[in-house]
């Protein structure tokens, strides 16, 4: 059996070429775990631990925070600030990223609880998290220092508190997959090399902004519901779970596509997935499994983010399929 810690002190180790920064990273995936267990108990006790529900207040994105939003938030800005390494945390939630340790090595961003909408109805929801290298040590950190591309990540996983809570992570050298033991509190090892098939029979998309889609995006879902009928030549299954973690997890397991492709119901907001919470972490974790990650047209990875909040198109997954859109978008 190998737990987190021994998995992060002899592979981090064993492929530092800068061991601060391999400590550094270690520490700090170390952290978001040990949130990410507190996080999963308050869950398990769900309407009784009374963290359901809305917390009354709108988060930068004009949604409505639900409490264990507004909870998980505290809990991972609060033990990432208290840990030496960390230079400054940019949440979802929050409208400017707040400063830690100046002269620490990274910077962390996250979205505490993706899919909160799924809490009150005991669904799958999940951390999100991305590191980044500090480049302005001594500095204080402020929210241009985390205007870095995806491909700069050091770092990116999540936990996913489901049937069983697990992490998946990857510090570019392959996707490694853990499951929390609720008997010591210690996530085990299950998987590593987690690789996607290139090939798949199944998508993710909320079909009812159909008719807010571009006409590429809404072509190939054309195709693939046209079955063995249609140009494919072969059925699809749809699987949604409202929670991008859920479905990315579901990906990694075993293959398919996910989108949320760019909408045209609001011109002020053509996209609904966030750059730096979502996109960039979760392209990582598909890159290094062997999948692709694009906003249709560029990789997720080479986007130049303008501001920490910036959404983008999201589609994902098994590369036929995300070589397909991108076929069709020309
Ligand atoms: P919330 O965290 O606000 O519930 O949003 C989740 C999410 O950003 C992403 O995880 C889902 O894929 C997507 O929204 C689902 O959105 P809709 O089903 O509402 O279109």
Redesign the pocket.
């Known amino acids: 059996m190998t737990t987190l810690a021994d998995y992060l002190t002899n592979h981090l180790q064993q492929h530092a070429n800068d061991s601060v920064l391999s400590s550094a990273l270690q520490s700090t995936i170390q952290t978001i775990a040990e949130v990410g267990v507190d996080i999963s108990k308050l869950l398990q006790r769900g309407a009784l631990a009374d963290i359901h529900g809305e917390a009354g207040n709108q988060n930068v994105q004009g949604?409505e925070q639900k409490k264990l939003?507004v909870i998980s938030n505290d809990m991972l800005l609060d033990a990432l600030s208290k840990n030496p390494v960390c230079a400054g945390v940019a949440s979802e939630e929050l409208d400017d990223s707040t400063p830690a340790n100046a002269n620490g090595e990274l910077l962390v961003l996250f979205?505490p609880?993706?899919?909160?909408?799924?809490i009150d109805i005991n669904m799958s929801?999940g951390t999100i998290f991305s590191i980044l290298p500090y480049k302005n040590k001594g500095q204080t950190a402020c929210n241009e220092d985390f205007l870095q591309k995806g491909r700069e990540q050091l770092a990116s996983g999540y936990v996913i508190y489901g049937t069983s809570t697990m992490l998946a992570f990857t510090t570019g050298q392959g996707v490694v997959m853990f499951a929390l033991d609720p008997s010591s509190d210690e996530f085990v090892l299950i998987e590593e090399n987690v690789t996607i098939d290139p090939s798949t029979k199944e998508y993710a998309i909320?079909m009812?902004?159909y008719r807010h889609w571009l006409a590429p995006m809404r072509q190939y879902i054309d195709e693939l519901n046209a079955g063995e009928t249609g140009v494919r030549g072969k059925n699809f299954n749809m699987r949604?779970?409202?929670?991008?973690?859920?479905?990315v997890h579901r990906i990694l397991c075993r293959g398919g596509l996910?989108s949320?492709p760019t909408d045209t119901k609001d011109p002020k907001k053509p996209a609904?997935?966030?750059l730096m919470y979502?996109a960039n972490p979760m392209a990582l974790l598909i890159e290094q499994a062997g999948g692709l990650a694009t906003d249709a047209i560029t990789d997720i990875l080479d986007i130049e983010p303008t501001e920490i909040h910036q959404r983008v198109p999201v589609v994902l997954g098994s590369s036929e399929e995300v070589e397909r859109v991108r076929e069709l978008h020309g």
Do not use: H, P, T
Not at 113 to 118: F, P, V
């Open positions: 949604e939003d979205d609880l993706d899919g909160s909408s799924n929801v909320n009812s902004n949604w779970i409202g929670a991008m973690v859920g479905d996910f949320y609904k997935l966030r979502e």
